[in-house]
């Protein structure tokens, strides 16, 4: 199949807004797609060449792509970087290079997506010695046998900078659409295993009967079940007929898999942490019973006192590659579970809370303050539901969720009839940062200001500008400034006086006054006095507050008034 076909779609998507048309654009490539290449063509369609999941990763950076360019075109990698200033864009610029370029020489292979995908998961691969000139072969072989609009869409897809607007919402309709099946079995199916590409193949396949009978893989993450927020704790109580309260901890959601003594350990994210938490592997060897299981639940680090610290310190070791056993000493950990989702061979998602919590009792063997259940309490009146609540604040835990004991495990949904989240404080939101301002005096050489992004129809616009809750000195507690820059410096797009644009990545949970209606902003809105609380490591940029979640906070906020 010929790469020149998705690029001319990945075309069409970016002129056209509306997600509905985005998402039949999409279903009609899936629709003539040969089956066997539809895992690698619904991967491409959203911009990626791994799952999220995948512990594989591409990594490649605007110079690697740079040199690819010149050795792929003959133009000197200054004139690239001259180019690229004026474009804004490094797909552009190998766009209008190629070209330039002097007609295809005889005997290039033609760029089929098959070609495009392997090469550019083959870069993941290279390591060592020589790993780079390989990396920038690879990407300079595509370069040289392309099209003006396949070099522009290679380029972005290597960068991970598509501007296409696809997100997994989209390519979840576009199967439904595609091949005629009921958007919520689609949508049971990719919340159920997160491969989208294996959801397409068998919705062409199979059909819905094959749809339905997709099942939980171990060593594969999925969507998580998710709490809806609710105001208050008495009408959290006061929803269910069948109530239990646990401690809302301040930390990382994590689905535990056990299949005989091997373990995996995702976040919420479906992100793969096991190496990162060896501590954790050792502790289910040790006190699950089970051979075959999924346990879902809630990691908090600890003091050395054992007090829960904020999820911001814990979240250090998530990324962490080297010292991982030095660094979960100084950062131990207490895993609290809540709920066991599938058991030797059975699926138990269609059972009660209380069934399943009864299972998990047995499942697991307790060790206090390590490997234990999550605090809970079944409330027999309000005031003693409140004094729990009040009891989790003063331990400095985020407050109560609230679940009914006669619900279902659905996995990716916020259920109504569920699980209730209660905090006692104003909804931050979570946001990405999308720009920023170089600071001056004190601040020089780091981001002085942040520009914070909201999702709006797959883009990120500007929502205010964040210059507080960033510390100015290494030795302050907290997020500083010197760290905040360091993590957004890969990202940095382009840069225009003292302004930059930056890729949006980095999520992060911020604080304000009020939301107000703004045209200075491109989406309408403006944080009054943001304030950074956390960096959010464990959400990804499409896991973000979008505006439809701004613009209702904005009316409840008014209607106070």
């Not at 069409?12 to 066997?36: H, R, Y």
């Not at 999941?53 to 970087?81: M, N």
């Not at 407050?399 to 905090?423: E, F, M, Q, S, T």
């Not at 360091?486 to 999520?507: A, D, F, Q, T």
């Amino acid at each position: 199949m010929q790469y020149r076909t998705l690029a001319e779609i990945y075309e069409e998507l970016q002129a056209t807004p509306s997600k509905l048309a985005k998402a039949e654009i999409v279903a009609k490539l899936l629709k003539k797609t040969p089956a066997e290449l539809l895992e690698k063509v619904t991967l491409l369609a959203s911009g990626h060449i791994f799952p999220e999941w995948s512990d594989e990763k591409l990594g490649i950076a605007d110079k690697l792509v740079i040199k690819a360019i010149s050795k792929a075109t003959g133009v000197s990698t200054q004139d690239i970087i001259i180019e690229s200033n004026k474009t804004g864009d490094l797909g552009l610029t190998a766009e209008n290079l190629i070209g330039k370029k002097k007609q295809r020489t005889l005997g290039q292979r033609d760029t089929t997506i098959e070609l495009v995908f392997d090469n550019l998961r083959k870069i993941a691969k290279q390591e060592g010695s020589g790993s780079q000139e390989k990396k920038i072969d690879l990407i300079a072989e595509l370069l040289s046998g392309a099209e003006p609009l396949e070099a522009r869409y290679i380029v972005r897809t290597a960068l991970e900078q598509m501007r296409i607007g696809v997100a997994k919402g989209i390519i979840r309709d576009a199967i439904a659409l595609a091949f005629e099946i009921d958007k919520k079995i689609v949508e049971t199916a990719v919340d159920t295993t997160p491969n989208y590409g294996l959801v397409a193949k068998i919705a062409k396949e199979k059909g819905e009967i094959g749809l339905k009978k997709i099942t939980f893989t171990l060593g594969e993450p999925f969507q998580v079940i998710l709490a809806e927020k609710i105001p208050s704790i008495k009408e959290a109580i006061e929803k269910f007929d069948n109530v239990i309260l646990e401690y809302k901890y301040d930390g990382m959601r994590t689905l535990i898999h056990k299949k005989d003594d091997r373990v995996w350990i995702f976040t919420r994210n479906l992100e793969d942490i096991t190496k990162a938490f060896p501590d954790i592997v050792e502790l289910v060897r040790k006190n699950v019973k089970a051979k075959d299981c999924i346990l879902d639940g809630e990691t908090i680090g600890l003091t050395e006192k054992g007090k829960a610290i904020p999820f911001q310190k814990l979240s250090t070791r998530i990324k962490r590659k080297h010292d991982v056993k030095k660094h979960s000493e100084n950062i131990p950990i207490q895993v609290n579970l809540f709920d066991i989702i599938y058991l030797e061979g059975k699926i138990l998602t269609e059972l009660s809370l209380k069934e399943r919590r009864e299972i998990l009792a047995k499942t697991i063997k307790v060790q206090k303050g390590k490997f234990q259940f999550t605090e809970f309490l079944i409330p027999k009146t309000l005031v003693e539901a409140e004094k729990f609540y009040n009891t989790a604040l003063k331990l400095g835990h985020e407050g109560l969720i609230a679940k009914n004991l006669d619900a279902k495990y659905i996995p990716g949904r916020r259920v109504a009839g569920g699980w209730l989240k209660i905090k006692p404080i104003m909804e931050n939101l979570d946001v990405v940062i999308i720009g920023g301002v170089w600071g001056t005096g004190k601040r020089v050489g780091a981001l002085g200001s942040l520009i914070l992004g909201l999702r709006v129809d797959g883009k990120f616009l500007a929502c205010g500008k964040l210059g507080t809750g960033l510390k100015e000195k290494e030795q302050e507690t907290g997020t500083t400034l010197s760290h905040i820059t360091k993590l957004l410096r890969p990202y940095i797009i382009s840069e225009h006086g003292n302004e930059v644009k930056i890729k949006p990545k980095i999520v992060i949970e911020v604080a304000y006054e009020e939301i107000q209606k703004s045209p200075q902003y491109e989406s309408g809105f403006a944080l009054r006095f943001p304030r950074f609380i956390r960096l959010r490591d464990d959400k990804n940029p499409e896991q973000a507050d979008d505006i439809n979640r701004v613009n209702v906070l904005y009316k409840q906020q008014k209607g106070k008034r």
